[in-house]
């Protein structure tokens, strides 16, 4: 199991020390450094700008969400950035959720997994670079259909890197994590826990069975996992550290019955911790959701404490799905952690 390093998306300003963990990552022969966008900071200016001074370790996005640029956009970026990289960049791509795409980007939330089967197939026609791209689906028409009738189908002016630039889907529902290992190179989890390995093995085989002949290899499918690793003589303050990350995503960043945040965590068992999570959350009151996050709950999905128990609950990670532990920690430790982790 490989190690990369999630920068996340940003508070209110730059997070402190992003750059110089970027830095530490590819020094320390890392395998990937990753950013994130919701509704503030996007994912690919600050990979460009902070990646443009690695050598190795590859930058991927994790996640570029569908509804902030079109699939031909968004395959622009990506080819811009694999060139600029030397051949180095992942494109991670997620769905998002209704609170961020109706809010945020105005648009519709219908069928997102024919929306993101739709895009996929864009973005490898625009990456293949075999004809101008068309397209007739539900969701994107290229050229687009009832305008002025003088769109024209189009190819990349630019020859991709690579026609096989890789690309990775963050998915969190039983049909979304299928639909990943059916049409992606990777998968992007969230919450992944040890215990739920049998069942994300099986879902990942489900999709991997509708695989087409000329998608890449089942054995070179990717699964990254976000795991939040807090270094700390004491376990509860450790935990302390990864609970608000925990109630923001249980409470907060989704509506009332479409957070599939929180649905991943009901599956996992919590749904009774979730739903006072949720309801201080709702309410405004986050120092009391945050107090209602179970320390089970951090450990099943994060790494906490002193370094001999961080060393004890390794083989149970090493032995699931995951292919790359993508460390989510305080910039400063991530030397620390990197060589406890390795």
Known sequence: MRLGYHTGY?????PRGAQEAVLAADRLGLDSVWTAEAYGSDAFTPLAWWGSRTTTVRLGTAIAQLAARTPTATAMAALTLDHLS???FVLGLGASGPQVVEGWYGQPYPR????????????????????????????YQLPYVGGSGLGKALRSTVHPLRADLPIHLAAEGPKNVALAAEIA??????????????????????????RGAGASPVEEFEVTATVPVVVGDDVEQAADV???FIALYAGGMGAKGANFHRDVLDRLGYAEACDEIQAHYLAG???EATAAVPLELVQDVALVGPPDAIRAQLPAWKGTA?????VQADPRTLPVVAELLA
Request: glycine letters at 8%; charged letters at 25%.
């Open 185 to 210: 190179d990777g998968w992007l989890p969230m919450f992944y826990s040890p215990r739920m390995d049998a069942t994300y093995r099986e879902l990942l085989a489900e999709g991997f069975a509708r």
């Open 322 to 326: 995951i292919t790359t532990m993508l």
């Open 10 to 14: 940003w508070p209110a300003g730059p």
């Open 112 to 139: 997102p997994l024919a929306r993101t089967r739709e895009y996929v197939a864009i973005v490898r026609d625009v990456l293949a670079r075999e004809a101008p791209v068309t397209y007739d689906g539900d969701f």
């Open 242 to 244: 990864v609970r608000p």
């Open 285 to 287: 009151r986050r120092a």
């Open 86 to 88: 030397g051949g180095r």
